[in-house]
């Protein structure tokens, strides 16, 4: 680079933002921008005309108190900046002229030596020219205005920005700071290691400044993250803020051309809802932009921050950065605990016309999105005919959490298959649930609708179908006993997903069972212990445990070979077990009453949740579309818990009733997403939709032999395996 312009350059970075001329006597305000001490000064004697305890950062707006001293001469100097006003003396004459560092008089120096890397006097300049040993060093000569009279290149004024930085103790000018005192953190020369350090730790400033530099850097790091985050947050914004411009300029459009269909007479009713409109959009983006100047502040502080320590670490001056860095990492700090703003959501706007003669429409302004709403209980896409079934409409807003806005227009259409209008009913609830009740007359396929605010709900329409599901008894094996096939107590079953097998845990008789699916006995696993349950892994491995014994979980292989033991230590009294579709372990505990997730190697405890306000015993738990169904035997009741163990409802109570449970345990889902309920004492299943709504039961007439219904499960062609703890008999339904 020409070494004119780099001069200018030099210049233009030497500025103080203030008085927009090269600083003198710059300070360092804790936002790490500088300015000159008399600007600063003059600045706070405003505020404070103004009655006003403090000021702010004329570059990033950063509030700071004004100090009681009515100065800022204790604000640290800015290293970068002194070292570029002494560079821009040699060039400019205005600028204070440089001292002679060789010699005591304080002469103003005529030359810099590049090798001794010191500005000379015109004595001590000759007495260098008449040394042997520095008559040939490499210098530039500087006249009494402070103007270069001999050529200088680019490289050497970088080499004057670089040069060595001297002692500021008396006695001590000759002498470069090379250390750096870890006691007192301060960079010292070698006579005051000597003088005033003596037996303090040193550490090379090289090798201090790298150490420091690497903390910097991670500082730096993280600001610039958050920089980028707050960049796309403002991006963000400006869509949702687009976004909203676009919703309400289109649902205008469809009132004006609604509007452009009546007479004349129409017109004043159309400038009025047009005036409605801007009051909406003008509002609006009012919100969102005093939300992105929230936005932009703190992003022009990040940013700012950025750029100066970036500038810092490119230069890598080590003195500079052990000057720098305790404030640099106070400001990376302060800005990374900032508060981020939350983004500004629009309400949505619709404009809907209910009578148009009558002039009954008008603008729906509410939070609603009709495209994040959703029907709970949608999965009840088979029901039997003139049976009441119900669905939850839940009304949401654009950040997906439920909201309830009075406003809000719901539209249920239920078609029977000969397209007549089905008589539905909806409850609105008051917080965003509305509940849809309907009894189809007839089997066949019935077609719902579904609007929110004129829109289409998410998935609507859907066609469920109306039928009597009948489940069918196919065979039934087993009888109390010890022998092959014999059975004392069934109290749990899984199914292979791979080969079939059926493992029955033979709790009476301290072993696991294997048998075809025809009920066919292949093998046998002894246990230490009671059986009292078994899962198949992905694997096709066994896990089966033992209550109140070691807590130990125990791996075999389909083939019966002892694999490996589990230890636990969360465990206490663990009960059932259940292997979820992505390994994890899931068993319950009598001991605290709690469900407890373990990883898939069983070593680590993932999550343990309970029910609140229940002093009964979680018994089978099973986890299905991130929610977790856990029976209570002795509560009569199932109860749902979302996919972090937050307690959602409970399903059924005590009673003989459809829907009720006199001693629910097993549980199964079914491939129609069907919850299944052992309800043991009643002698029968239920089935229910996973939100709860009762579908179906399977009760005494599909079981042989008075069966009652313990353990339950399902396999790979959906047949259902059901076993029986005190007949000890399985029953195969189709």
Request: glycine share 4%; with cysteine; proline share 3%.
């Amino acid at each position: 680079m020409d070494v004119q312009q780099l001069f200018k350059n030099l210049k233009k970075e030497a500025e103080c933002p203030l008085c927009i001329e090269t600083v003198t006597n710059p300070k360092t305000l804790p936002c790490l921008h500088s300015f000159c001490l008399e600007c600063l000064d003059r600045h706070a004697n405003f505020a404070r005309r103004q009655l006003k305890a403090t000021i702010k950062c004329p570059v990033c707006q950063t509030s700071f108190q004004i100090p009681e001293t009515d100065t800022f001469e204790n604000l640290p100097p800015s290293f970068h900046l002194n070292r570029l006003v002494d560079v821009l003396a040699l060039e400019d004459g205005s600028v204070q002229s440089q001292r002679c560092n060789s010699c005591d008089e304080n002469n103003t120096a005529t030359c810099y030596c590049f090798v001794c890397q010191d500005f000379l006097c015109a004595s001590c300049f000759e007495a260098h020219q008449r040394l042997k040993a520095s008559r040939g060093h490499r210098n530039v000569l500087i006249d009494h205005r402070n103007v270069l009279i001999d050529k200088l290149q680019a490289q050497d004024v970088q080499e004057l920005i670089h040069r060595p930085v001297m002692c500021s103790q008396k006695y001590h000018e000759d002498q470069p700071l090379e250390f750096y005192c870890e006691d007192c953190k301060v960079l010292i020369c070698h006579k005051c290691t000597v003088v005033s350090h003596n037996q303090h730790t040193m550490t090379d400033t090289q090798k201090a400044a790298q150490e420091q530099k690497m903390e910097m850097s991670d500082a730096v790091a993280k600001v610039k993250a958050e920089m980028v985050r707050y960049e796309s947050e403002i991006k963000k914004q400006t869509d949702l803020r687009n976004k909203n411009k676009v919703e309400i300029l289109n649902e205008e459009k469809k009132m004006t051309d609604t509007v452009e269909k009546l007479i004349r007479d129409l017109r004043e009713h159309e400038r009025k809802m047009k005036d409605k409109f801007r009051e909406i959009y003008e509002a609006e983006q009012k919100h969102h932009a005093t939300r992105l100047e929230n936005f932009e502040l703190v992003a022009t502080q990040l940013k700012s921050c950025f750029e100066r320590c970036q500038s810092i670490l490119d230069r890598n001056l080590s003195v500079e950065i052990l000057q720098t860095n305790h404030a640099i990492l106070g400001r990376c700090n302060e800005l990374l605990n900032v508060r981020k703003p939350d983004l500004y959501m629009s309400p949505h706007v619709h404009y809907l016309v209910e009578k148009k003669l009558d002039l009954m429409d008008r603008v729906v302004v509410t939070k609603t999105d009709p495209s994040k709403c959703l029907a709970e209980g949608q999965d009840s896409l088979e029901v039997k005919e003139r049976k009441e079934t119900y669905f939850v409409i839940v009304t949401k807003a654009s950040e997906g959490f439920q909201c309830y806005q009075q406003d809000d227009k719901i539209k249920v259409d239920i078609l029977t298959p000969e397209a007549d209008q089905l008589k539905t009913d909806i409850k609105d609830t008051k917080d965003g649930k509305y509940t849809v009740t309907y009894t189809p007359q007839d089997a066949g396929q019935h077609r719902v609708e579904i609007f929110v605010n004129g829109q289409p709900l998410t998935g609507s329409p859907w066609i469920v179908q109306v039928h009597q599901h009948q489940h069918q008894f196919a065979f039934q094996f087993g009888s109390k006993g010890k022998g092959q096939g014999e059975f004392d107590g069934i109290s749990d079953i899984d199914v292979s997903d791979k080969t079939g097998t059926i493992a029955v845990a033979d709790s009476g008789n301290n072993r696991i069972q294997l048998l075809s699916s025809e009920g066919n006995f292949r093998r046998e696993i002894k246990i230490d212990g009671i059986a009292w349950c078994v899962a198949f892994t992905d694997s096709g491995d066994l896990l089966t445990l033992v209550p109140k014994s070691d807590n130990k979980l125990r791996v075999f292989s389909e083939e019966g070979h002892f694999i490996k033991h589990i230890n636990d230590k969360h465990l206490d009294d663990p009960r059932c077990l259940f292997i979820a579709s992505d390994g994890r372990i899931i068993i319950t505990d009598w001991s605290d009453k709690k469900i407890k997730v373990l990883s898939p190697d069983g070593n680590g405890l993932l999550q343990s949740f309970s029910a609140p306000d229940c002093d009964k015993s979680p018994d089978c738990a099973i986890y299905h579309q991130d929610k977790f169904f856990v029976s209570y035997y002795h509560a009569n009741c199932v109860k749902v818990f979302n996919k972090t163990g937050v307690y959602l409802h409970d399903i059924g109570c005590g009673g003989s009733n459809d829907g009720q449970f006199d001693g629910p345990f097993g549980l199964v889902i079914d491939k129609y997403n069907r919850l299944i309920v052992c309800d043991a004492r009643n002698r029968r299943l239920q089935l229910f939709t996973l939100s709860g709504t009762f579908l179906s039961k399977i009760d005494r007439k599909y079981f042989k032999n008075g069966i009652l219904p313990f353990c339950v499960a399902i396999n790979s062609g959906g047949n259902l395996i059901v076993g029986d703890l005190v007949n000890s008999r399985i029953s195969v339904l189709n």
